[in-house]
């Protein structure tokens, strides 16, 4: 059992930088792997980048690549997302999930917990 409380998101300037932070309760966070997901209005959840429980790897959706860095520190039970050169088409609701795998998958039905989300804001 894990909760998970995502914070950071905000109004930013297209091409600018924000990150965000997923706080989550529970001994055993280090046991799972961690991802972040978006979904905007009237769009479908989407997903963005993933870690394994170690923090030892990675994954990114296309879209993200070379943009965004996914890490965890498992000490402080938090995973981040570091976002830079933002664009508008980042704009949306940005969600933290949880899945007791080494590295969960790219599809939200993989995983089994999830924040609440923070909402992201790119203007151009």
């Known amino acids: 059992q894990v909760q998970l409380v995502e914070s950071g998101g905000g109004l930013v300037q297209a091409g600018g930088s924000l990150r965000l932070s997923c706080a989550a309760s529970?001994?055993?966070?280090?046991?799972?792997?961690m991802a972040w997901f978006r979904q905007a209005p009237g769009k479908e959840r989407e997903f963005v980048a993933a870690?394994?429980?170690?923090?030892?790897?990675?994954d990114y959706a296309d879209s993200v690549k070379d943009r965004f860095t996914i890490s965890r520190d498992n000490a402080k039970n938090t995973v981040y997302l570091q976002m830079t050169s933002l664009k508008p088409e980042d704009t949306a609701l940005y969600y933290c999930?949880?899945?007791?795998?080494?590295?969960?998958?790219?599809?939200?039905?993989?995983?089994?917990?999830w924040g609440q989300g923070t909402q992201v804001t790119v203007s151009s």
């Open positions: 529970g001994r055993t966070f280090s046991s799972y792997a």
């Open positions: 870690i394994t429980r170690s923090g030892s790897t990675t």
């Open positions: 999930a949880a899945v007791r795998l080494v590295l969960g998958s790219r599809r939200s039905e993989g995983y089994d917990y």
